[in-house]
């Protein structure tokens, strides 16, 4: 659909926008993301590429409000929600990530979503092995989001550098020191942080 005041349409503006944040001019893709929801304003893909753009530019409230519209108007765009738990665990709000999540339980426990989702929670709560085995499932489903495995890859690398200097630790200390030593209940959700601070960006996606 074309308007009178533009010969771009719809769907040009989007791919504007997407190559636009692509290459870093996301003052652009902000602008063509806007021009998407004036015309329309229920456009669900839009609405998430803009949260990706504002999450990328350090807006987590925005990206998050935004992130919501998209899932609110496009149910079915399943990254959205996964993208919108990412957000909130990026913000440290652990049980808004949860709930988020929820809707990728219809997807099955074969979908890289759903097994992503689910090692990110069992991390969070310092179930390292449990999310090693269920991150490493996820990336061998996941044939589509390349940059998406590299996260799970990254968070992986991470809980494995954990569990190798705490079984290092464990072997050098006294039983007194022990308590020291353990693995406090907070540990995960800080590797989780720490991961997704070096990649803030919602990888694009809608499958």
Known sequence: MRTQTSLVDLEELFYL???????GRYEQ???YLRQV????????KAFYLLGA???QLGLYERAIEEMQQAVEREPQLEAAHFQLGMLHLHTGNFKAAETAWEKLNVLGNNHYLYLF????IALSNDQYDEC?????????QNQINESLN?????????????????DNTDESSNPDDMQDASLDTA???RIILSAYQKNQTPNDSSH
């Open 29 to 31: 893709a902000i602008n």
């Open 53 to 55: 753009v504002h999450a």
């Open 150 to 166: 590299q996260d799970m890859q990254n968070i992986i690398a991470s809980t494995q550098n954990l569990l190798s200097t705490n």
């Open 37 to 44: 929801l004036e015309q329309e304003p229920g456009n669900g």
């Open 187 to 189: 540990t995960g959700k």
């Open 132 to 140: 090693i085995r269920l991150l490493n499932i996820g990336i061998e």
């Open 17 to 23: 926008a997407l190559n636009a944040t692509q290459t």
């Open 117 to 120: 989702k689910e090692g990110l």
